[in-house]
């Protein structure tokens, strides 16, 4: 089982640009969730997917979107990048129901100049 | 709103301390609690996972406890090692979601000195 896997691992881009993010969940999960993390802060929620909607959403701009396919795997989009959107993205996934632990990617490290 | 709340913010003791890493957070309406850790620039590695029928966990030198009442949960860690030095996280997932939605604290960077 290769557990969540996320791609890329680092990304570079210059201010306004757009760009996607991938990950796949660990195998029998349904429900995939994205974090934004900012250098010294704990991870902060963007948004939950589960039968390709999302369905969740924390206190992130609509610059921010997502979307799931039908086999669980997730992308995140963010679009009109600013310098404050540096930070490592963390991909989860669990299942949807069932009180178990959630499992993280390794993330990808965005860097906007 | 829910919060999550870690003191220490920062922690260096030398290597063979017993220490203690606290958490608290501000709504007992979650139904599990885990300890996460993370090294520089990487991804989460969970460490233990305390369901909400349970008070604690146990796992090698680590064991996890988790009051719903006073919400509070403490992470203890005994014989520290150098190989421990990390930033450690604690995070709750609240009641009406799935396990994959976390409330984090922002975390308590340990440093064992050898």
């Known amino acids: 089982d290769a557990g969540v896997t996320q791609s890329p691992t680092h990304l570079i881009k210059t201010r306004g640009q757009q760009v996607t993010l991938r990950c796949s969940p660990k195998s029998g999960h349904d429900t995939v969730s994205w974090y934004q993390q900012a250098l010294g802060q704990g991870p902060q929620f963007i948004f939950q997917?589960?039968?390709?909607?999302?369905?969740q959403r924390g206190n992130f701009p609509d610059r921010f979107s997502g979307h799931q396919f039908p086999n669980y795997s997730s992308e995140l989009n963010v679009n009109a990048l600013l310098l404050g959107d540096s930070a490592l993205y963390l991909c989860?996934?669990?299942?949807?129901?069932?009180?178990?632990?959630?499992?993280f990617g390794q993330g990808t490290r965005l860097t906007v100049v | 709103k829910q919060e999550v709340t870690q003191i220490p913010a920062a922690l260096s003791v030398p290597e063979g301390e017993n220490l203690v890493l606290n958490c608290s957070f501000t709504d007992s309406a979650i139904y599990n609690l885990q300890w996460f850790r993370q090294d520089p620039g990487k991804g989460l590695t969970s460490l233990l996972l305390i369901q909400s029928s349970q008070r604690e966990q146990t796992s090698g030198r680590l064991n996890a406890s988790l009051d719903k009442s006073s919400g509070r949960s403490t992470l203890y860690i005994a014989a520290s090692q150098p190989g421990d030095s990390a930033t450690y996280l604690c995070a709750g997932s609240p009641w009406g979601s799935s396990a994959s939605k976390i409330i984090f604290g922002s975390g308590t960077r340990l440093s064992i000195r050898p």
């Open positions: 989860a996934s669990s299942p949807r129901i069932g009180f178990t632990e959630a499992f």
């Open positions: 997917y589960y039968e390709e909607e999302e369905r």
